[in-house]
């Protein structure tokens, strides 16, 4: 027998409509995660909740799936997300001494937010140009040969907000 023949219904009857049913609801999962993220800047519990309700999913559905994704966040997100690079070629260039100056700067670590909100720090694999390395991303705008200079610079920004 074909793939192409298989009658999911026929086979399974009334399983296969709430399968269908389930897979469609899941579809639509993330399309609104990505919106939540995208207006809240992560993903709120209490709005997960509301979610889960409206969609008749388990919460831990929810989170299962989100969970899965880079993309979505569980707490809030700082105005400027930086992420330094620790790709090879970045961090032969010094970008570790970028990350420590951030972190000493701001008095938080790799992946975390300060209290107000103005800053999300985190380290990235390689964004695919190591030639200006090396490289920082702001809110994912390429900042190359982050010097001193471009650091400090980088530091006011985030200061002033
Ligand atoms: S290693 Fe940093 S951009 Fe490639």
Same mark, same amino acid.
């Given at each position: 027998?074909?793939? *192409?023949?298989?009658?999911?219904? &026929?086979? @399974? !009857?009334?399983? !296969? ?9 899941? %579809?639509?999962?993330?399309?609104? =995660?990505?919106?939540?993220? *995208?207006?809240?800047?992560? =993903? ?7 979610? +889960?309700?409206? =969609?008749?999913?388990?919460?831990? *559905? @929810?989170?299962?799936?989100? +969970?899965?994704? /880079?993309? $979505?966040? $569980? ?27 951030? *972190?000493?700067? $701001?008095?938080? /670590?790799? %992946?975390?937010?300060? &209290?107000? =909100? ?6 990235? #694999?390689?964004? %695919?140009?190591? #030639? ?8 994912? &705008?390429? @900042? #190359?040969?982050? #010097?001193? /200079? ?10 002033? !907000?």
């Amino acid at each position: 027998m074909e793939i *192409e023949e298989i009658d999911v219904d &026929e086979n @399974i !009857g009334e399983v !296969g409509r709430v399968l269908r049913e389930h897979e469609r609801r899941r %579809g639509i999962l993330i399309h609104v =995660l990505q919106e939540i993220e *995208e207006n809240n800047g992560y =993903l709120p519990e209490g709005v997960l909740r509301r979610l +889960s309700r409206k =969609l008749d999913l388990p919460l831990a *559905e @929810i989170y299962s799936v989100a +969970s899965f994704y /880079k993309m $979505f966040h $569980f707490t809030p997100r700082g105005r400027k997300v930086v992420k330094v690079c620790l790709g090879t070629a970045c961090y032969v260039r010094g970008s570790k001494k970028v990350l420590t100056a951030l *972190e000493d700067e $701001f008095g938080i /670590k790799s %992946g975390e937010t300060t &209290e107000d =909100l103005a800053l999300t720090l985190e380290t990235v #694999g390689c964004v %695919g140009c190591c #030639g200006l390395a090396p490289v920082t991303t702001v809110n994912d &705008e390429v @900042i #190359g040969e982050t #010097g001193t /200079k471009k650091l400090e610079a980088l530091v006011r920004s985030i200061k002033k !907000g």
